[in-house]
């Protein structure tokens, strides 16, 4: 498992702070070359995993179990390691340029410094002619280099972030509900750029977002995370069209009506919200009508159904 | 600390410092100019009965010190109190009338801030002749300028917010929806300017009256005891202590009260 | 860039001579109206001896024709006659005193933008430690302690004490002398600025562009110089007047403190006993001193942040 390790991989991951436990439990590999969407209602705990990813967790934060990044352990990574890893390893795509673009940096001038930190060997022409590859790569005009960023579009500002986040060259891409900000053409063709530098490029790509029929529309696979825990991890069109675990069923559920058939039975309305953080027993022993015994008391393990892993008791008995 | 600690924390200390102010002067047996020939510039001493020393005629320095910051706060108070009711109400009105009303007093407010509250004390002293009202008319000819401009910012947001917009697409009538839905919302953010502004005040008072512009002798303030405590420094350095420290604990505390509840305030959501 | 720099020194120029226009025009009208004339302090003057004064200096002519005489000379770079110290014009006693006031003026805002940005930043990085408590701790001292405490207190430790640095006095070109002067009147400002800079810095370290920007994986000094440096400045530069102000109230004490001659020399004693034409002439200069360092501050706040240059909005 060592050798052949995905570019991104967390085993048994979890992340407390003080006695609040944020994140429990997490398994999931991203391999070179696929996107996974990583899909969670707000709260679910998609930002803290985010952050520990990059090793940006808040002070007070105590992490605990496996997260390999590119080979390097979280466990034994310094800070200095951590600092080598962003970046060049590591790239991130900030959720709104509003706010993660600094209102007074030209664009090239943001696009320069990063690549002056992760290129030092480029000239002054060399950098000039990276930069505009790199506009070229994400689909910009290179007139826009000119620009500050309050006189960019929201997708264009959007593309500057992915730009100054491939500018390192990351293997791995981690995107912060990229689309956000944006209207559904932007965010779509958003998507697809990033599906792009997955399967042309061989990056890892993990889709950070609380919109699941988006994300899984350009995802490979798709991991839905509740309470902080992982619920379903499976192929996207898998999890899209036969839903196993209940909270994922009513997830899709309801989004607007339109593709695959809805199931007809729910065991939890679509509306239904895991309970925080539970110490033991499934998130939704409370709201679900499946809901025995076992699920106050233990909390589910992994599971294989149709070609997915589900944390669910009750997973697979139906069919 | 966390903010709620120090804003209760900075409370106490200026309500402590309020009541000293108030009834202290009266439990001594001295007063503020009653001068005492046997003990003239005593060091503090618990024999004579001067706690805190007596001046060089003899005047007991915690009388005068407790005297002097009421003197000192009742100024920076009322002056505050002009400022925030003149410029609230200019504020407000060039906030939510607009237009022609709204650049006019504007523009009063940008020449006024080309004068320093030094220079317009300066300036009121030669009409008016020295002394504490002077200050009172500098200080609060001044001091609406900055509450006008904050609370016309703050009415123009308020202006949009949706609530007021809501209460504006039901009918309500201009007057009405002023008094009901913005100027109860003003009324936080102007306390929080008032704290800030009374320090200064404090300030300012103690500058002027150091200045000789101010509280005049045999009265005492803040500025003029530590003018004299100054020029007797090194002879009877408890003259400059005693007004010293109650002058950075009132401005300490109301500086870091005001600017904790602002932060308290912004990032309350 | 350019096009709104011009925009805004023109915008600056058309606003600030009316303002300048106000400012005399309403002091001279205070002055004049105030009951008393100069010439009618302490011992009686026989009124021959008077009449003749008030005629020497046009005091004996209706206010609108003094009023217009005024303005025609300020126009003329001409501030008039002091009226109470012979012989001295006030324009010469302002060429004597805004040299030494804006040299300890000057050196005081820059140490204060030096020791409070500096400090300011250090506070906000090192959130909730040691360094950050001193700093708050010393930043509340120094805005509460006024100049005039402070100042007598430095002499005290470095001039009578340690013997390092002069008590007093002036000598041109002798630096030595401006080091107590400056420092004193500085720290009320740095400390403020010192808080203001904190809690901006604080706003921006944890805005989401200081994430994205760690994320890139730019060292610790770029971040900080580059990215959270000069959004923390804007604050600043809207309190750049708020400090000018109190530099100056600071530098009237200060030059009395140290006998430094200044501008502010003469001018406690002009505004006491009536001397019209050098406190409107200070006070004029002083407005002008204010209206230029807000030009400055604008023309500081048009660099630091791009929305406000209207031209670079999208097409």
Redesign the interface.
């Known amino acids: 498992m060592q050798t052949e390790q995905a570019p991104l991989t967390l085993q048994g991951f979890g992340l407390r702070y003080g006695s609040d436990v944020v994140l429990a439990q997490i398994d999931l590999q991203v391999r070179a070359g696929e996107v996974v969407a990583l899909v969670g209602a707000s709260g679910a705990g998609k930002t803290s995993l985010l952050h520990a990813v990059?090793g940006?967790s808040p002070a007070g934060a105590c992490a605990e179990g496996g997260l390999w990044i590119h080979g390097v352990d979280r466990a034994q990574a310094t800070e200095a390691e951590w600092?080598?890893?962003?970046?060049?390893v590591?790239?991130?795509i900030?959720?709104?340029p509003l706010?993660?673009?600094?209102?007074?940096?030209?664009v090239d001038g943001l696009l320069d410094?990063?690549l002056r930190?992760?290129q030092p060997t480029l000239d002054r022409r060399a950098r000039r002619a990276a930069q505009a590859r790199l506009l070229q790569q994400v689909g910009l005009d290179s007139a826009l280099r000119q620009?500050?960023p309050?006189?960019?579009?929201g997708g264009q500002g959007q593309r500057v972030?992915v730009a100054?986040?491939l500018?390192?060259d990351p293997a791995i891409l981690i995107a912060d509900e990229p689309t956000s900000a944006l209207d559904a053409v932007a965010a779509r063709a958003l998507l697809g750029l990033l599906a792009q530098e997955a399967h042309a490029r061989g990056r890892a790509v993990l889709l950070v977002s609380h919109d699941l029929a988006a994300s899984a529309a350009v995802a490979d696979r798709v991991a839905v995370l509740a309470a902080g825990r992982l619920v379903e991890v499976g192929p996207a069109a898998a999890v899209m069209c036969q839903p196993v675990h209940p909270y994922v069923q009513a997830l899709v559920a309801a989004r607007p009506p339109l593709l695959p058939p809805r199931p007809r039975r729910l065991a939890l309305a679509p509306t239904a919200a895991p309970c925080a953080q539970p110490r033991h027993g499934c998130a939704f022993a409370a709201t679900c009508v499946q809901a025995d015994g076992r699920c106050v008391e233990q909390v589910p393990a992994w599971r294989t159904v149709a070609g997915r892993q589900v944390t669910c008791h009750h997973a697979g008995e139906g069919a | 600390m966390s903010r709620l600690l120090r804003i209760r924390l900075t409370l106490a200390l200026f309500g402590l410092l309020l009541v000293a102010a108030l009834v202290g002067p009266a439990l001594s047996p001295w007063s503020v100019a009653a001068l005492d020939w046997d003990h003239p510039a005593v060091a503090p001493t618990w024999q004579a009965g001067h706690w805190l020393g007596t001046d060089t005629l003899g005047r007991d320095v915690l009388v005068r010190s407790l005297a002097g910051l009421r003197v000192s706060l009742s100024i920076a108070l009322l002056a505050s109190a002009i400022g925030l009711l003149l410029g609230g109400a200019t504020g407000a009105l060039a906030g939510s009338v607009g237009g022609f009303v709204d650049g006019l007093l504007m523009r009063i407010v940008d020449v006024g801030y080309a004068l320093p509250v030094v220079l317009v004390a300066l300036l009121l002293t030669v009409v008016l002749g020295r002394g504490a009202s002077t200050l009172l008319v500098a200080a609060g000819t001044v001091g609406w300028l900055s509450t006008a401009r904050m609370v016309r910012a703050e009415t123009q947001r308020l202006a949009l917010a949706p609530y007021v917009l809501a209460a504006r697409l039901i009918g309500v009538a201009p007057v009405r929806l002023f008094w009901r839905h913005v100027l109860p919302n003003l009324i936080g953010p102007v306390l929080v300017q008032a704290t800030l502004t009374v320090p200064s005040l404090v300030v300012l008072e103690s500058f002027l009256s150091f200045l000789g512009l101010g509280v005049q002798e045999p009265n005492a303030s803040l500025g003029n005891l530590l003018h004299d405590g100054a020029r007797e420094m090194e002879r009877a350095p408890w003259l400059l202590l005693a007004p010293a420290v109650l002058l950075v604990s009132v401005v300490g505390a109301l500086t870091v009260l005001g600017e904790s509840v602002r932060d308290e305030i912004a990032h309350a959501d | 860039m350019r096009n709104s720099l011009w925009r805004l020194l023109l915008g600056r120029l058309l606003f600030g001579v009316p303002t300048l226009w106000v400012v005399i025009t309403v002091a001279f009208l205070l002055v004049r109206l105030a009951p008393g004339g100069p010439f009618d302090a302490e011992q009686r003057l026989p009124p021959a001896v008077k009449a003749n004064l008030d005629r020497t200096f046009g005091l004996d002519r209706p206010l609108v024709e003094q009023y217009q005489r005024y303005l025609g000379r300020v126009l003329h770079g001409d501030l008039g006659p002091s009226l109470r110290l012979r012989d001295r014009r006030v324009i010469d006693l302002v060429r004597e005193g805004l040299p030494v006031s804006l040299t300890l003026g000057g050196l005081a805002l820059v140490l204060a933008l030096l020791v409070g940005i500096s400090g300011g930043l250090l506070a906000a990085v090192r959130r909730g430690r040691a360094a950050d408590r001193v700093l708050a701790g010393v930043s509340v001292l120094a805005v509460a302690l006024p100049p005039y405490v402070t100042a007598p207190l430095l002499v005290w430790i470095f001039a009578v004490y340690l013997g390092w640095l002069p008590v007093a006095g002036w000598t041109a070109g002798r630096w030595l002398d401006l080091v107590l002067p400056v420092v004193a009147l500085a720290l009320p400002t740095a400390g403020s600025l010192l808080r203001i800079v904190r809690a901006s810095a604080l706003d921006v370290l944890a805005?989401?562009?200081i994430?994205?920007?760690?994320?890139?994986?730019?060292?610790a000094t770029?971040i900080l110089w580059?990215?959270v440096l000069?959004?923390t400045l804007s604050p600043v530069l809207a309190s750049l007047g708020g400090a000018a102000a109190g530099l100056l109230g600071g530098s009237l004490v200060i030059e009395s403190v140290f006998g430094l001659p200044g501008m502010g020399r003469f001018l406690v004693e002009g505004a006491l006993n009536r001397d019209y034409t050098l406190v409107l002439g200070k006070v004029l200069v002083y407005a002008v001193l204010v209206l230029v360092l807000n030009l400055g501050a604008d023309l500081g706040a048009l660099l630091?942040?791009?929305?406000l240059d209207r031209r670079?909005?999208?097409r």
């Open positions: 990059l940006l600092a080598r890893l962003r970046g060049r590591l790239g991130l900030p959720q709104d706010t993660a673009l600094p209102a007074h940096r030209r410094e990063v930190r992760h620009r500050y309050h006189a960019l579009s972030l100054l986040a500018a390192g | 805005s989401p562009a994430q994205a920007a760690r994320a890139r994986g730019l060292s770029r580059a990215h000069p959004p630091l942040d791009p929305r670079g909005a999208p």
